[in-house]
T-cell receptor
Framework: AQTVTQSQPEMSVQEAETVTLSCTYD???????LFWYKQPPSRQMILVIR??????QNATENRFSVNFQKAAKSFSLKISDSQLGDTAMYFC???????????????FGKGTKLSVIP | NAGVTQTPKFRVLKTGQSMTLLCAQD?????MYWYRQDPGMGLRLIHY???????AKGEVPDGYNVSRLKKQNFLLGLESAAPSQTSVYFC???????????????FGPGTRLTVL
């Protein structure tokens, strides 16, 4: 079974500054996907960024980027130029690559509550 | 496109009552999922479906049933609600990725259910 650990229950950052959220995972799989989802107070789960394990290049989406360290099983999210709208819960999630059997389950961490301070 | 929608947004039940949550998606996705989110925890998979007419159990299926009679709809039923089922329920859907894995899951807005 896979586990996802987010060791920072809460973080805060000044507007326009940079913040990094940590995520580690445990798996025996070699092929998988990793995701960061954002959940603002509206409760909607919004995809922020995704990474395929077979890709060595770190994924980036505008102000969001990841540091994917496969050997260390680490997948951190960096938010640059933080904005007030970035205030939300951030969840790290893991998904096995389909192999013909088994579930398509997303395994989530417990989340990190990020507050952006004006 | 509306994406993934859920009905209702809020519901309060008494112990032993039954109800059905409806999830609808207009993206022609093959895969649909039901998750629950409890305080201090990430989402956990209840049931999922890999296509019309199919369902399968996830991590926490007990006390729930599901049906996928139409490709665009995925229903979650509680036959006899219990206080332990108080939670926020999320539906999600995804495409089939030909490269050999499922594609990104897109979530609905959630349903807050309270069982007294």
């Amino acid at each position: 079974a896979q586990t996802v650990t987010q060791s920072q229950p809460e973080m805060s950052v000044q507007e326009a500054e940079t913040v990094t959220l940590s995520c580690t995972y445990d798996t025996s799989e070699n092929n998988y996907y990793l995701f960061w989802y954002k959940q603002p107070p509206s409760r909607q789960m919004i995809l922020v960024i995704r990474q395929e394990a077979y890709k060595q290049q770190n994924a980036t989406e505008n102000r969001f980027s990841v540091n994917f360290q496969k050997a260390a099983k680490s997948f951190s999210l960096k938010i640059s130029d933080s904005q007030l709208g970035d205030t939300a819960m951030y969840f790290c999630a893991f998904m096995k690559q389909w192999s013909g059997a088994g579930s398509y389950q997303l395994t989530f961490g417990k989340g990190t509550k990020l507050s952006v301070i004006p | 496109n509306a994406g993934v929608t859920q009905t209702p947004k809020f519901r309060v039940l008494k112990t032993g009552q039954s109800m059905t949550l409806l999830c609808a998606q207009d993206m022609n996705h093959e895969y649909m999922y039901w998750y629950r989110q409890d305080p201090g925890m990430g989402l956990r998979l209840i049931h999922y479906s890999v296509g019309e007419g199919t369902t399968a159990k996830g991590e926490v299926p007990d006390g729930y049933n599901v049906s996928r009679l139409k490709k665009q709809n995925f229903l979650l039923g509680l036959e006899s609600a219990a206080p332990s089922q108080t939670s926020v329920y999320f539906c999600a859907s995804s495409e089939w990725a030909l490269a050999g894995g499922t594609d990104t899951q897109y979530f609905g807005p959630g349903t807050r259910l309270t069982v007294l």
